[in-house]
């Protein structure tokens, strides 16, 4: 029981990060090739670390997450781990890493176009 918890946990896990890693490199080579003045080898140069960066994130925080709580002894305790982990490394790990970038790239983004409209006037 608890080991196939434990690998439900990764196998659900690892597939939603490798499911929004692609859907953000997707759509965020997009938003950065528009943030750096529409130079596409920095912008996919910068998506890719983001990507690896993600990856690295989400599957150490993840993989730190399976030594918390304690393991299930029954099927409704096994609903209650794997629902509780998910959720943790959903948002705890994902939604903290994807903030934080957009949170970035909105101060430069910000910034330049502060910048901009400052030279403009």
């Avoid at 399976?66 to 490394?89: D, H, M, N, Q, V």
Wanted: overall charge positive; glycine content about 10%.
């Amino acid at each position: 029981m608890v080991e196939t918890a434990y690998a439900l946990y990764l196998v659900i896990t690892l597939a939603i990060t490798i499911w929004v890693a692609r859907t953000l490199s997707k759509n965020g080579e997009v938003f950065l090739t528009q943030c750096f003045g529409h130079d596409a080898q920095l912008a996919r140069s910068t998506n890719h670390l983001l990507v690896v960066g993600f990856y690295l994130v989400n599957i150490g925080f993840i993989t730190l997450t399976l030594s918390l709580g304690k393991e299930p002894t029954s099927y409704a305790e096994t609903i209650r781990f794997l629902s509780a982990k998910i959720g943790l490394a959903v948002l705890g790990g994902m939604h903290f890493f994807n903030m934080g970038a957009i949170a970035h790239f909105g101060r430069k983004v910000n910034g330049w176009l502060h910048d901009g409209h400052t030279q403009a006037a």
